[in-house]
């Protein structure tokens, strides 16, 4: 009777792990999906941090990012409905025992703020990670011992439809994301987002002191220089960065800054006041854009001063490869230089295209999907991309989860009449 006792508790509990777990890894899985990029820029911080950039090319890293996501996603999808058990077991003790040790190490040294496990839509402390990462080894650990325990909902032999089909949704979101821009942005650059308000400070609370730093050179030797001892024009620009000076209150957009490439005026201020309607081609780097779509850019630039609309490109590329891009792509709008993390922060694409008013974010779009002389026929107010784009997160959470539900559901509807069906001849 106790040994029976002592297996139901038992059993219980890996139970209880074993969806602990599946909602963790499908969570993580699926925000880092919806914004791949993301995940490649999280994976070289952490190569950067470690001295280990140069041995990994970029392709290889952004693969990484989306073969983990896609691979978190899948074991919490097969620990949830109870296949591939030795597997989903086996692959959830293996991630955390790489990622245990490894947040143990982040929070210890902290070589990057946070370790990105949730993407942009959970930001954990180092610390926060490290004790998550705990809790769910132990999980681990006994879902990999009581394996066979857990409770299968779907049949071994249909079990080989549902994880075929979770690895094709997986990665086509993934992809979709990529070639597009995030179905759900967690990020403070959202569509409906005033950057004026994402930067304010409520009353009383100390700010943070940031300080642009500008790298130029001349004759060979580079220098660091700030807006206070800019210096003139015989000196090559570099690039430019944003530092934290003293920690305070922190908005959700602290290191918004336009420099001018001209005359090196700050523009923030002129830019996120101006009522009228401003284009943003943001290239976080231009010699690593894309120029495939550089006509219409040049198109949608001609047209913005048609219309008397301000255009601006923002870039953190030094002034060699500003030239080298005009070059190559006959650009005529002017240049301003900006942080590189937070030009990637704002899009995930490279270059991408962001419109505002007013300091509000009205619409952004992708390098593949950049309106074209069909869209912009007259002048933005009567156009619907002049208008704030609509966005419910909770629509496009219910669009996906339809994808990805129904057609478990009805796997799931075979499988169990399959399986009356064979009962019914049993008991024939």
Same mark, same amino acid.
């Given at each position: 009777?106790?040994?029976k ?7 219980s509990?890996?139970?209880?792990c074993r969806?602990?777990?599946a ?12 914004d ?7 994976i070289q911080? $952490? ?5 280990m950039?140069?041995?990994?090319p ?21 620990? /949830?409905?109870g ?6 077991a086996?692959m ?6 790489v ?7 982040? !929070? ?9 496990c949730?993407?942009?839509a ?7 990670? /490290?004790s998550?990462?705990?809790v769910?080894f ?5 879902v990999f011992?009581?394996?066979k ?6 049949t071994?032999?249909?079990?080989w439809?549902?994880?075929?089909y ?7 979101l993934?992809?979709y ?12 650059y ?10 304010? =400070?409520?009353?009383? !609370? ?7 730093? /500008? ?20 000196w ?5 960065r ?15 800054s336009?420099?001018s490439?001209?005359t ?9 006041? %101006?009522?009228?309607?401003?284009f943003?081609?943001i290239?976080?780097? =231009?010699?690593?854009?894309? %120029?495939?779509? =550089? %006509? ?6 001609? $047209?913005?001063v048609?219309?008397g ?5 923002l ?15 006959g650009a005529?709008?002017? /240049? ?5 993390i937070?030009?990637k922060?704002?899009?995930?694409s ?5 419109? =505002?008013?007013g300091?509000?974010?009205?619409n ?8 074209d ?5 007259d002048?933005?107010?009567k156009?619907?991309?002049g ?5 419910? %997160?909770?629509r496009?959470?219910? $669009? ?7 057609p478990?559901l ?13 009962e ?5």
């Open positions: 009777m106790e040994t006792q002592k297996h139901i508790i038992w059993k509990w890996v139970n209880v969806f602990l777990l909602a963790v890894f499908i969570f993580s899985g699926f925000v880092k999906a919806v791949p990029l993301g995940s490649f820029y999280k911080d $952490y190569l950067t941090a470690f001295g950039a140069s041995w990994f970029a392709y290889l890293q952004l693969l990484s990012a989306v073969v983990l996501s896609a691979l978190e996603f899948s074991v919490g999808v097969f620990l /949830f409905f296949i591939k058990r030795r597997f989903a086996t959830a003790l293996l991630l955390m025992i990622m245990t040790p490894l947040t143990l190490y982040l !929070a210890l040294a902290n070589p990057v703020s946070d370790c990105g949730f993407g942009d959970w930001v954990l402390t180092n610390w926060e990670t /490290f998550k990462n705990v769910l132990v999980a681990a650990v006994s011992k009581g394996g325990l857990i409770i299968r909902f779907i071994a032999k249909m079990a439809m549902v994880s075929m979770t690895f094709l949704f997986v990665f086509a993934s992809f994301c990529l070639g597009n821009l995030p179905i759900l942005d967690f990020r403070p959202k569509i409906g987002q005033n950057i004026k308000e994402g930067m304010e =400070i409520p009353e009383g !609370a100390k700010p943070s002191v940031f300080e642009s730093k /500008f790298i130029l050179e001349k004759d060979g030797k580079q220098q660091e220089f700030t807006l206070d001892n800019y210096p003139d024009s015989t090559t620009f570099v690039e430019t944003t530092v934290l000076k003293e920690k305070g209150y922190e908005p959700a957009i602290h290191d918004f336009i420099i490439l001209e090196g005026e700050e523009l923030t201020d002129s830019i996120l006041s %101006d009522e009228g309607y401003t943003l081609l290239a976080h780097r =231009i010699e690593a854009a894309d %120029d495939s779509n =550089i %006509d219409l850019i040049n198109e949608i630039y001609d $047209y913005s048609e219309h609309y301000s255009f601006y490109a870039t953190s590329s030094p002034e060699d490869q500003i030239e080298l891009w005009r070059d190559k792509t005529e709008y002017p /240049f301003c230089q900006m942080d590189d937070t030009l922060t704002i899009i995930r490279n270059p991408g295209l962001m419109l =505002i008013k300091g509000t974010i009205l952004k779009w992708s390098d593949n999907n950049l309106p002389e069909y869209v912009l026929t002048s933005l107010d156009l619907e991309i208008q704030q784009k609509q966005e419910s %997160d909770l496009t959470i219910g $669009y996906v989860l339809l994808w990805f539900i129904i478990l009805l796997v799931i509807g075979v499988d169990i009449l399959v399986v009356k069906r064979r019914r001849k049993i008991k024939s």
